[in-house]
């Protein structure tokens, strides 16, 4: 599983549009050296657009918006009831130096908080380890649960798993975790453009679950309209993002992770 998980974090990265980009500029400039003009113009060409296009904001807005777009954000005051909320991992920064604690980056952990506190469930299982092995700290799922700590939710509230290290490890420690301790309905939280892989796996699994979607990427954003179509590095970013989601999609049902 590990050799899995280490490719399944580079291959999104080789087949990304900024190292396919890089890629072709480096051939053109190659082509340049052995008096190719002609290859050298295409592959120039072909790989500013590579880069250029998905960077335009509008672009990634509207990939991330057909993933988002698959359950409705639902506010923690109008959510059902379940027996517990299931919190996934990649929301808290665990405290590497330099930093001298743990770090928020998404909306998971407060949305889960903002679930608890309406009532929504008695408990809150966080899943989550870190996806390799890093020195002198604990996994991802123990600071989250520090934070919700600190924030009030009784330690008695959380049930802490803190060995897997992906989507899939998440739903089948999580299966476990719920059969062990009688729960079955669920309240999943993750960020919207993660909830069709999330909940699709979880879901094969036959847990019983709402998706509760946070953290939203594609949202209204007015200003000037030409701005919308110049390249920027958080245009690039949301794209990269997004497309990394329908590789994600594609290669967990081919696995059978995802039954449809």
């Known amino acids: 599983m590990g050799d899995w998980i280490t490719l399944s974090k580079v291959l999104p990265i080789l087949v990304s549009p900024f190292s396919l980009g890089l890629l072709m500029l480096l051939g053109g400039l190659l082509s340049v050296l052995f008096r190719r003009q002609r290859v050298a113009l295409w592959m120039t060409a072909v790989g500013i657009l590579t880069l250029a296009l998905p960077a335009m904001p ?7 918006a057909t993933l988002e777009g698959h359950f409705a ?13 299931i919190l996934l991992g990649g929301d808290v920064g665990i405290p590497l130096t330099p930093r001298v604690a743990s770090e928020i980056h998404g909306n998971r952990t ?4 903002r679930l608890f ?5 008695p408990y809150i299982l966080i899943t989550g380890g870190n996806v390799f092995p890093q020195d ?11 934070i919700l700590q600190e924030w009030g939710v009784p330690e008695a509230a959380l049930i802490v798993e803190q060995q897997s290290r992906n989507t899939r490890q998440n739903a089948t ?7 062990k301790r009688g729960l079955k309905s669920v309240l999943l939280v993750t960020s919207a453009q993660h ?11 036959g847990l019983d679950i709402l998706p509760s979607p946070t953290d939203f990427r594609a949202v209204e954003w007015n200003q000037p309209k030409l701005l919308d179509w110049i390249p920027t590095l ?18 967990y049902r081919y696995r059978g992770w995802i039954s449809s």
């Open 110 to 113: 407060l949305h889960a908080f």
């Open 136 to 146: 002198g700290v604990l996994p991802e799922a123990h600071y989250t649960a520090q």
């Open 234 to 251: 958080q245009g690039l970013s949301r794209f990269m993002g997004a497309s990394r989601e329908y590789l994600g999609l594609a290669v």
């Open 173 to 179: 420690a999580s299966a476990q975790l719920l059969k």
């Open 195 to 205: 909830m069709p892989r999330a909940a699709g796996t979880f879901r094969t699994l």
């Open 117 to 121: 506190r309406a009532g929504k469930a």
């Open 58 to 64: 509008p672009i990634g807005m509207k990939l991330a």
């Open 73 to 85: 954000p639902v506010s923690a005051a109008d959510s059902a009831e379940a027996d517990v909320i």
